[in-house]
């Protein structure tokens, strides 16, 4: 078990630049979540997956962001013209359905829109 | 829409004493469960404690324990004998029964531990 790995730690970007960000869940986990960190505020749902399947998404997500899961592994979230306001840390979890309360977290990437 | 409150931005504590923690939260529905996760500057969000609310038993990991009060809607989270690892930022957390996706977490609380 290595956990739940996240990949970049740190991006720094230009406003209307795409950026993507991978999470590596727990091997055997079927589940995985994406949160949203802004500094000072505890984090903030943006979308899970079950296996392949999407299953919600927030309402903080607007149109500029996707997150796709093809094979029921890995996730990457996509952030397209990003703005100022996207600047946060980005968690990812993980959790199998079996013991579904407890989520694992990775360390996160933080995300700088200049 | 259920809130998470936390009112203590930052609580401060010496090494091998007990600070407790406070959190309210607000729903309509009877099923669902609680939770305090740990953030140390690592980043990553750490499970301290859960408690489902059909449980009357408040729930108790080694040196971490609860004070679930469910018609006040109230949650608390006691360190005892608190050491310099401890030091963190304390999440509490909130889950509907019926949705097992979301997490809604409060503001946060720091704790602080002092020698």
């Known amino acids: 078990d290595t956990g739940v790995s996240q990949d970049p730690r740190h991006k720094i970007t230009k406003r209307g630049q795409n950026v993507t960000f991978r999470c590596d869940p727990i091997?055997?986990?079927?589940?995985l979540y994406w949160y949203r960190q802004t500094l000072g505020q505890g984090p903030e749902f943006l979308t899970y997956f079950q296996n392949e399947a999407q299953l919600e998404k927030s309402r903080l997500l607007s149109d500029r962001f996707s997150a796709e899961r093809p094979k029921g592994s890995f996730s990457t979230l996509e952030i397209q013209r990003t703005e100022q306001g996207d600047s946060a840390m980005y968690l990812c979890a993980s959790s199998d359905s079996a013991t579904n309360e407890k989520l694992f977290f990775g360390s996160g990437t933080q995300l700088s829109v200049l | 829409a259920q809130t998470v409150t936390q009112s203590q931005p930052e609580m401060s504590v010496q090494e091998a004493e007990t600070v407790t923690l406070s959190c309210t939260y607000d729903?309509?529905?009877?099923?669902?469960?609680l939770f305090w996760y740990k953030q140390p500057p690592s980043r990553q969000m750490i499970l301290v404690i859960r408690q489902e609310a059909y449980k009357q038993q408040n729930a108790t990991e080694n040196r971490f324990s609860v004070n679930f009060q469910k018609a006040a809607k109230s949650f608390s989270l006691k360190i005892s004998d608190s050491q310099l690892g401890d030091a963190a930022m304390y999440f509490c957390a909130y889950r509907s029964a019926r949705r097992w996706g979301k997490l809604q977490f409060g503001a946060g609380t720091q704790v602080v531990v002092t020698p």
């Open positions: 091997s055997e986990h079927n589940r």
């Open positions: 729903t309509s529905e009877s099923d669902y469960y």
